[in-house]
């Protein structure tokens, strides 16, 4: 959401972003004021922990589940019912704070991200236009999570607590996914040009020096840390397997990560380069192949650089992102839950990113994803489309 923030700033309008305490710093960074409301939501409970480690081990999600939802079983909606619930949750937690926020500062509108509730609660509480940014492919607007099933009681009963209908379908949603990715969502859809941003952080000088060797990025995203957070070790298994995998490839290994990370990994291969807390962008123009979970930040960060894909998945949402991505020919999906159950799981890692650097169609499917994103309306230009809809000048 930030270049679509920092163009809004840049057109001349004031911008705010508001968010829990945990966050604050992250908002700081971007350079944007900050606003902090309400409190952060508590530790995982015992009860959510167990749905936490029913992620690593459920069946297969039909690809077009989105489009699908018949062919979904009762385990495939609990998870995404999970899901909505969790964001229900950090609704409540802030939505108090934001309206009052909003109510003093009175904005012309809200723009909020898929998963945040409190945004379109407060947006309907105050009457003005809201816009919901989708993160891209995976993660689908939560508040009807299964599809077709209607509103989560837990989306509405938010709204119901202060007197207002549901907002369903947003007043605008702006997509930022490349149309060969793109899933329908109801309502008005602005399409907009993926734009990376991966926070602060400094160049490493020593990814610009010569190499004779391919290149291989790997990175997990922060969801990893919430998940060990909540199941212990395990949920680090994934990060770990592919690190050992493509060490033992004739490759340089970049291990795009933060601190915390690397002390949860424990002892890293021998020749593991780490890039500590550096902006993802900064890192991939120099590597021939990234290894990741497939959240959407991660991977259209590496579309948008026309970069090719392994992505090792435990989730339903990246499922979907590395799904379709590989349909495009820019990238190889593979499952945790099966890996985890193969004696052959690292050599099956291994033997696949081999052939991904040895064959140049996956670089030339990234190639025309990197140009389909490219094409796309840019920030600066959804501005304009948002305030000519909205009517602010």
Not at 193 to 212: D, I
């Amino acid at each position: 959401m930030v270049p679509l923030a920092w163009a809004g700033r840049a057109a001349g309008h004031e911008v705010r972003i508001a968010g829990t305490p945990s966050i604050s710093g992250a908002i700081v960074h971007t350079g944007l004021p900050a606003v902090v409301v309400g409190h952060d939501v508590p530790a995982a409970s015992n009860a959510n922990r167990s749905i936490i480690a029913r992620f690593y081990k459920h069946s297969r999600f039909p690809a077009d589940w989105p489009l699908n939802a018949d062919a979904l079983d009762d385990e495939q909606r609990a998870l995404l019912s999970h899901l909505a619930r969790n964001s229900a949750a950090a609704a409540e937690a802030m939505v108090d704070d934001l309206i009052r926020f909003a109510e003093d500062w009175r904005p012309d509108l809200i723009v909020h991200d898929t998963a945040n509730f409190a945004g379109a609660v407060a947006a309907a509480v105050t009457g003005l236009p809201d816009v919901r940014h989708l993160t891209g492919v995976g993660l689908r607007p939560l508040e009807s999570p299964i599809p077709g099933a209607g509103a989560m009681p837990e989306y509405t009963r938010l709204f119901d607590r202060f007197g207002v209908p549901p907002r369903i379908p947003p007043t605008l949603t702006v997509d930022p996914s490349p149309p060969s990715l793109r899933l329908p969502v109801d309502g008005v859809c602005l399409q907009q040009q993926y734009v990376p941003y991966n926070g602060h952080g400094e160049q490493p000088r020593w990814l610009l020096t010569p190499r004779s060797r391919p290149r291989v990025c790997i990175t997990w995203g922060h969801s990893v840390l919430r998940a060990a957070a909540a199941v212990g070790r395990t949920a680090m298994s994934p990060f770990l397997d592919a690190i050992t995998a493509i060490a033992e490839l004739d490759v340089d290994v970049v291990l795009a990560t933060s601190a915390r990370h690397v002390e949860l990994l424990g002892e890293l291969p021998t020749g593991v380069r780490i890039a500590e807390s550096a902006p993802l962008h900064l890192v991939l123009p120099y590597c021939d192949l990234i290894v990741h979970q497939a959240g959407d930040g991660t991977a259209l960060t590496a579309a948008a650089l026309g970069l090719p894909q392994l992505a090792i998945t435990s989730k339903p949402d990246p499922a979907l992102t590395a799904e379709r991505l590989a349909a495009f020919g820019a990238a190889e999906h593979l499952r945790y839950q099966e890996l985890g159950h193969d004696p052959a799981g690292t050599e099956l890692i291994r033997a696949t990113a081999e052939k991904m650097l040895a064959d140049s169609a996956y670089a030339v499917a990234a190639g025309r994803l990197r140009q389909e994103i490219l094409r796309q309306p840019t920030p600066a230009e959804t501005v304009e489309s948002i305030a000519m809809l909205i009517g602010a000048s």
